[in-house]
C-alpha cells in the first residue's frame, strides 16, 4: 500500500517535474522553495530538494541549470526543455511494432529485461500497438550470467576505465589489469568485453567468465574515445578462440535428412550411393563434433557418413555395439 | 531505497511512481477514453495500482495553486462504494505538458537496441528485414540522445521466428481461424502439408519447456495433434473459420503423450549415457531406479509411452549402443533390423 508520505513524495516530485518543464525561463531556487517546499527550513530544503533533482535525474529527466540574470543573480535557476524531455516521435508499422514486442522477450537478465520492458511501455504510449502480455510463453534467450556483465556494459556505456583481476587460461593466478572497454560482445555462447589495455597499451579482448571477484569503474566517465569504427563483433570474431569445426560429408537419401539439409553448405543432387533403393545426394557441412554422431545416429538407414574418418567409425562402432548388445538381452 | 523497492514491488518507490505516471498520462493522450482494466493491462500495472497513480496526478499541476491549474481527473467514474470500479472509463484532463512520454534513459536505449539484434541474428531472411526496419528507427533516436550501444549479442541469442509465429498462432487461435501448415513431421523424417483447427500455444513438458507447442485439430489426421513450432516451416492463416467446436489446449506440463489413446508403453533399458532422455520425454522410472543402493552406473529401467514406433527407433539409433528394449519383443526387432539396415549401407 501506498503510505501518506510516499505518495506526498511522488506529488513533490511530479509538481516540481512539471513546474520546471512548464517555464520558458529558468526558475530560482527561492520561487522553488517558496511553491513546493513551503514547510521545510532552509537546510532541509536543501537536501530534499538535492534528493528530489537526483530522483528526476536518475528517471532520466533532463533538468538544465543555468543563471537567471548574468548581471545581477549569481544564484542558480533550473528548468527542463521539452524538446529533450519527450521521446522523439517513432512511428512504427505493425509488424515493426510486433517484433519489438518480442524483444521484450529476449533478455534473461532482471534489470534489462525490465529496461527493455520499461523503453516498450514508453514507445506504446505514443500510441503503438504493442501488447507487452500476449508472448509470456516465449522464453527469454539471451543471458548474462557473468557477475562482471553490469559493470562492463555500464562502463562502455559511460567511457570509465575498469580495473578487474584476470584469470588467464593456463595461470595459476589472477593478474590485475586495466582496460577502457570499447564493448562488449557474445560469441559462440560466451561474453566477452573488448577495449584498450592500458597496461600494455594494445587492443585485448577478455572473457567475462574469467574475471575474478568485482570488476571495478575507476575515474571519471567520458575518459576516452572509442577508435572511431570498432565493430565489437569483428574484435571479438578475430581474438576469441575459435569454436572448433569439423568439415562433414555426408550421403543422404533424396527426401530425408531434413534439418541436416537446412544446415548445409554444400548440396550436390543425385549422386551415387550405397544403394539404389532411391537417389542419393551429397551434403557437405560445418559442424561442431558434439552430438553430431548423435544426429547422423538418429537418421537410420538414410545418412551415411563418407568423412571424417574418426565420424564414421564412431557411428560404425556405436551400430556395432547395440547389435552385440541385443545377442546379450536376447540370449 | 526500501526493501520494498528492491524486492521488485510495482508500488513501491514514489520515483517509480512518478515514472509509471510518465508513462500512463501519454498513454491516455494517444488512446482517447480507455477502460481502467483495459490500460492496467496495457501498462502492466494492477488496476488498483492505476487507481492510486491517477489519485497521486489528480493532486498534481500548474504551480499556481488555483483549481484551473489542476490535472483533472474523473476519480467518480472509477471507485465505487466497494472499491476499484475496473470498467470505469479514464477520463483525464489538463495535462497536455504531460502528453509526450519521457526519453528512452541510456539504459533501456541499449537494452532493447541490444535485445533487438539478437532477434535480428536469430532470424530468417524476411524477419530480419522488418527488424532492421525497427533497429534504425530505435538507433537513430537512441543516437539523438547520444547513446550508441557497442553491445553484440552474436549469433544464437534469440529466436524472433518462433516468437513471432507462437504471436501468429495463437492470434489465429483467438480469432477461431483455420490455418495451413507445412510441417516437418521428424518421426518419419518428412515434409507435409495440412489444415488445422488452432487451439492454442503451449509450451512443452519438464526440460522441454523451451520448446513451444501449436495444439490443433488436424483435419488430416481428422485427430489432435500437437506440432512442435520450430518444426513449423510455414504457416499461412486462412479467412476459413475452424470447423470443429473451439477447445482450450491441452496443458502438456504431465507430458505429451498424457491425454493420447493409441499409445504403447515400451520398457527401455538406460545406460548412464542415455538418462537424459528421462528429462525430456514422459518416461516412467521402474522398481529401484533411484535407490541409493544401486550402483551409479547400473542400467535404468524405464517405460515409455510411444505413439508412433518410427519415433521410438529413431530415438533408440541415437542412442545407440545405450539404449535397448526390454519389451515388447516386437520393437526390439524392429530397432535391430533399422541397426543392421544402416550398418549394412558402410559394408
Given at each position: 500500500?501506498?503510505?501518506r ?9 511530479l ?32 537536501k ?8 528526476l535525474?536518475s ?72 501488447d ?19 559493470v ?68 571519471r566517465g567520458?575518459a ?7 565493430d565489437?563483433?569483428e574484435v ?8 572448433s ?10 527426401g ?13 543432387e ?29 537418421y537410420g ?7 571424417p ?10 551400430l ?12 | 531505497?526500501?526493501t ?5 514491488a ?17 498513454y ?20 488498483e495500482?492505476?487507481?492510486r ?7 498534481c499541476?500548474l ?24 470498467d470505469g ?14 526519453r ?18 536469430g ?8 527488424v ?31 516468437a513471432?509465429?507462437?504471436?501468429r ?16 513431421v521428424a518421426?518419419?523424417?518428412?515434409q ?14 519438464g ?8 495444439d490443433?485439430w ?6 489432435p ?7 513449423i ?10 470447423a ?6 491441452r496443458?502438456?506440463a504431465d ?33 529401484s ?21 518410427r519415433?521410438?527407433t529413431?530415438?533408440?539409433?541415437r542412442?545407440?549402443p ?11 526387432e ?8 544402416t ?5
Open positions: 500500500m501506498m503510505g508520505m510516499a505518495a506526498g513524495k511522488s506529488e513533490r516530485l509538481n516540481l517535474l512539471i513546474m520546471l518543464l512548464v517555464q520558458r525561463h529558468y526558475v530560482s531556487k527561492a520561487k522553488i522553495r517558496e511553491i513546493l517546499y513551503p514547510d521545510s527550513g532552509f537546510e532541509a530544503f536543501e530534499m530538494f538535492e534528493r528530489d533533482k537526483e530522483e535525474r528517471l532520466g529527466v533532463p533538468i538544465e541549470v543555468g543563471t537567471l540574470d548574468p548581471l545581477f543573480d549569481d544564484e542558480p535557476g533550473y528548468r527542463i526543455s521539452p524538446d529533450d524531455f519527450a521521446l522523439p516521435d517513432i512511428t512504427l508499422t505493425p509488424d515493426e511494432a510486433a517484433v519489438i514486442g518480442v524483444a521484450t522477450k529476449v533478455w534473461q537478465h532482471a534489470r534489462l529485461a525490465e529496461a527493455t520492458t520499461e523503453a516498450v511501455r514508453k514507445l506504446a504510449a505514443q500510441g503503438h500497438d504493442l507487452l502480455g500476449a508472448l509470456d510463453i516465449v522464453e527469454p534467450r539471451l543471458s548474462a550470467d557473468e557477475p562482471s556483465f553490469d562492463f556494459w555500464e562502463a562502455t556505456q559511460e567511457r570509465q576505465a575498469v580495473v578487474f583481476d584476470y584469470l588467464k587460461p593456463g595461470d595459476e593466478e589472477p593478474t590485475t589489469r586495466h582496460l577502457q572497454p570499447w564493448g562488449v560482445a557474445r560469441y559462440a555462447g560466451r561474453w566477452y568485453v573488448v577495449g584498450l589495455d592500458t597496461d600494455r597499451r594494445a587492443e585485448r579482448i577478455f572473457r567475462l567468465s574469467r574475471v575474478q571477484g568485482r570488476a571495478r569503474k575507476s575515474g567520458g576516452y574515445e572509442v577508435p572511431p569504427g570498432t565489437v563483433s571479438a570474431r578475430r581474438l576469441a578462440p575459435q569454436p569445426t569439423t568439415r562433414v560429408e555426408l550421403l543422404v537419401r533424396r530425408a535428412g531434413h534439418t541436416l539439409r537446412v544446415g548445409a553448405d554444400r548440396v550436390e543425385g549422386v551415387p550411393g550405397p544403394d539404389t533403393a532411391t537417389a542419393w545426394d551429397r551434403l557437405v557441412l560445418e559442424r561442431g563434433s558434439l552430438g553430431l554422431a548423435d544426429e547422423v545416429l538418429g538407414a538414410d545418412v551415411l557418413v563418407v568423412s574418418p574418426a565420424l564414421r567409425e564412431r557411428v560404425v562402432g556405436r556395432r555395439a547395440a547389435l552385440d548388445d541385443r545377442r546379450t538381452v536376447t540370449s | 531505497m526500501s520494498a523497492d528492491r524486492g521488485g510495482p508500488s513501491a518507490g514514489a520515483k517509480e511512481q512518478v515514472a509509471r505516471l510518465l508513462t500512463l498520462v501519454p491516455l493522450h494517444a488512446h482517447g477514453e480507455v477502460r481502467l482494466d483495459e490500460a492496467a493491462t496495457a501498462l502492466r500495472v494492477t488496476p495500482q492505476l487507481l497513480d491517477l489519485k497521486v496526478l489528480f493532486m499541476g504551480p499556481g495553486g488555483y483549481p484551473d491549474d489542476l490535472i483533472d481527473v474523473d476519480l467518480d467514474a472509477l471507485e465505487g462504494e466497494d472499491g476499484v470500479r475496473s472509463v479514464i477520463r483525464v484532463s489538463n495535462a497536455d505538458y504531460l502528453a509526450r512520454p519521457l528512452l534513459s541510456p539504459t533501456e536505449a541499449s537494452a532493447i537496441i541490444v535485445a533487438l539484434r539478437a532477434l535480428r541474428n532470424a530468417r531472411e524476411a524477419t530480419r528485414e522488418v532492421d526496419r525497427a533497429l534504425a528507427k530505435l538507433e537513430t533516436a537512441a543516437a539523438e540522445g547520444g547513446v550508441t550501444p557497442l553491445v553484440d549479442p552474436g549469433q544464437d541469442a534469440a529466436d524472433a521466428d518462433q513471432l509465429l507462437a504471436r498462432l495463437q492470434g489465429a487461435a483467438d480469432a477461431g481461424r483455420q490455418v495451413r501448415l507445412g510441417y516437418y518421426a518419419r523424417d518428412e507435409s502439408e495440412r489444415v488445422v483447427d488452432p487451439r492454442g500455444v503451449v509450451p512443452g513438458p526440460q522441454a519447456r523451451s520448446h513451444l507447442y501449436l490443433a488436424c483435419h488430416s489426421a481428422e485427430a495433434r500437437l506440432f512442435r513450432l520450430d518444426r516451416e510455414h504457416a499461412e492463416v486462412l479467412d476459413t473459420p475452424v470443429t467446436a473451439p477447445e482450450p489446449p496443458d502438456l507430458g505429451i503423450f498424457a491425454q493420447a489413446s493409441d499409445v504403447t508403453p515400451v520398457t527401455l533399458e538406460l545406460d548412464p549415457a542415455a538418462r537424459w532422455i528421462v528429462d525430456y520425454y514422459p518416461v516412467e522410472v521402474l522398481g531406479g533411484l535407490d541409493e543402493d544401486v550402483a551409479a552406473d547400473a542400467p535404468l529401467r524405464v517405460v515409455i509411452t510411444v505413439a508412433d514406433e519415433w521410438l529413431r530415438l533408440l539409433l542412442l545407440a545405450h539404449a535397448r528394449v526390454v519389451a515388447p519383443a516386437a520393437y526390439a524392429t530397432f535391430t533390423a533399422a541397426a543392421q539396415e550398418l549394412s549401407l558402410y559394408a
